[in-house]
């Protein structure tokens, strides 16, 4: 079975420009989650939806960071413009029904220079 | 609200050696508690999980935590550590479910040959 998805894997750009992280959660999956980790803060809930509506979004750091999940299948992460502080693991994960147990995806490393 | 104290951000065990990771949790309402492991480059992978049934949770590659509400701990134990085991776990505490799943520091271990 497939399990969440992202891209890119790794993704280096330069300070003030757009970056845009993308998700499939599993199918069947209601429930999405954009964390972003780092060796100072650990791991911090940014954003999660629920059938592709955005539920809580406290975590997202300032407006620069916006999420969308126009569909059940995909859904987007995106700083515009970017910082060298955003610099990051970016993971997507996915539940069923809001269910604790997550199913995270390989993450994406974002490197802003 | 509750959260989770991860004691010890790096824990080095002889191959074979018993591992113990220790986790103490904090909620006002009975928790649910989960291990999850992350090796390099990779995303979070749930090992185990308690919800209230049995106090004494057996998870995957032979690791087991035990429940102790009287000392509010979630230990994570594996009688005899193996190489592949060297990865970083998270133990993670939720009173409803994923929209509320705090997730501790972190703990590095070392399998040492």
């Known amino acids: 079975d497939a399990g969440v998805i992202q891209s890119p894997r790794h993704e280096v750009t330069e300070m003030g420009q757009e970056v845009t992280l993308r998700c499939k959660p599993i199918?069947?999956?209601?429930?999405l989650f954009w964390y972003r980790q780092t060796m100072m803060r650990g791991l911090e809930l940014l954003i999660y939806f629920n059938n592709n509506v955005p539920i809580d979004d406290s975590g997202m750091p300032e407006d620069r960071f916006s999420a969308k999940m126009p569909n059940a299948s995909f859904s987007t992460l995106k700083i515009q413009p970017s910082e060298p502080r955003d610099s990051a693991v970016y993971f997507c994960?996915?539940?069923?029904?809001?269910?604790?147990?997550?199913?995270f995806g390989e993450g994406s490393r974002l490197t802003v220079l | 609200a509750q959260s989770v104290t991860q004691l010890g951000s790096h824990v080095s065990v002889s191959e074979g050696a018993l591992v113990l990771l220790r986790c103490n949790y904090s909620s006002s309402v009975p928790p649910y508690l989960f291990w999850y492991v992350q090796y390099p480059n990779q995303g979070l992978q749930l090992l185990l999980k308690?919800?209230?049934?049995?106090?004494l949770v057996k998870g995957i590659n032979g690791f087991e935590a035990e429940f102790k509400k009287s000392e509010t701990s979630f230990h994570l134990t594996k009688p005899s550590a193996h190489m592949s085991d060297a990865a970083e776990y998270f133990c993670?505490?939720?009173?409803?479910?994923?929209?509320?799943?705090?997730f501790g520091t972190g703990t590095r271990l070392t399998v040492i040959p």
């Open positions: 308690y919800t209230s049934a049995a106090t």
């Open positions: 993670a505490v939720s009173t409803s479910g994923a929209n509320n799943l705090f």
């Open positions: 199918s069947g999956h209601n429930s």
């Open positions: 994960a996915s539940s069923f029904q809001l269910a604790a147990e997550l199913f």
